[in-house]
T-cell receptor, first 112, second 113 residues
Framework: DGGITQSPKYLFRKEGQNVTLSCEQN?????MYWYRQDPGQGLRLIYY???????QKGDIAEGYSVSREKKESFPLTVTSAQKNPTAFYLC???????????FGQGTRLTVV | GESVGLHLPTLSVQEGDNSIINCAYS??????FIWYKQESGKGPQFIID?????DKRQGQRVTVLLNKTVKHLSLQIAATQPGDSAVYFC????????????FGQGTTLQVKP
């Protein structure tokens, strides 16, 4: 079955540590996205990539980094520079352009 | 700046009734709109989409209406069922071919048995 997989589902991080969230898709999509969702709010764009080896900042990129070395993978690193990292992180992919984005099941990150 | 907003944070309906969820958008250049359903602790699921050259699109039990004159989008759900209980988000694409979606804050739909 084609889909988009995020791991882990739950992640705990100590303050000052970097942590990497995984996102893999086998839909052969060119575009991939990372969103952040806080309780009771909509999704805000962190980073996006339209093609391998290229990515752009979204609206809230500070404290985050990404890479896109393979078409299937778009990992997100939450760095110690992100002052309020506790949130629900969602990865999505699409064929590109104005079209439906498919979402993973999310990773809930908690700073302890 | 750009924003996509929803008129009501929570909508409560009786099972079997029709539901209407509204959304206002601010960018008249947006060319694509989409509704997602999100259940607790899960990722958003696609419901229906519509392009700016249309004013209505129907799916199974759902209809999306687009009024470009007043920049308003609505989702109608017929014969609402308990399984429809979730948070509903509208999103717009206003950045051409990047595919970036701007999401509204969401409306919680509660279905009473």
């Amino acid at each position: 079955d084609g889909g988009i997989t995020q791991s882990p589902k739950y992640l705990f991080r100590k303050e000052g540590q970097n942590v990497t969230l995984s996102c893999e898709q086998n839909l052969n999509h060119d575009a991939m996205y990372w969103y952040r969702q806080d309780p009771g709010q909509g999704l805000r764009l962190i980073y996006y990539s339209q093609i391998v080896n290229d990515f752009q900042k979204g609206d809230i990129a500070e404290g985050y980094s990404v890479s896109r070395e393979k078409k299937e993978s778009f990992p997100l690193t939450v760095t110690s520079a992100q002052k309020n990292p506790t949130a629900f992180y969602l990865c999505a992919s699409s064929i590109g352009g104005p079209t439906e984005a498919f979402f993973g099941q999310g990773t809930r990150l908690t700073v302890v | 700046g750009e924003s996509v907003g929803l008129h009501l944070p929570t909508l409560s309906v009786q099972e079997g009734d029709n539901s209407i969820i509204n959304c206002a958008y601010s960018n008249s250049a947006s060319d694509y709109f989409i509704w997602y359903k999100q259940e607790s602790g899960k990722g958003p699921q696609f419901i229906i989409d519509i392009r700016s050259n249309m004013d209505k699109r129907q799916g199974q039990r759902v209809t999306v209406l687009l009024n470009k004159t007043v920049k308003h989008l609505s989702l109608q759900i017929a014969a609402t069922q308990p399984g429809d209980s979730a948070v509903y988000f509208c999103a717009e694409n206003s950045s051409g071919n990047t595919g970036k979606l701007i999401f509204g804050q969401g409306t919680t739909l509660q279905v009473k048995p």
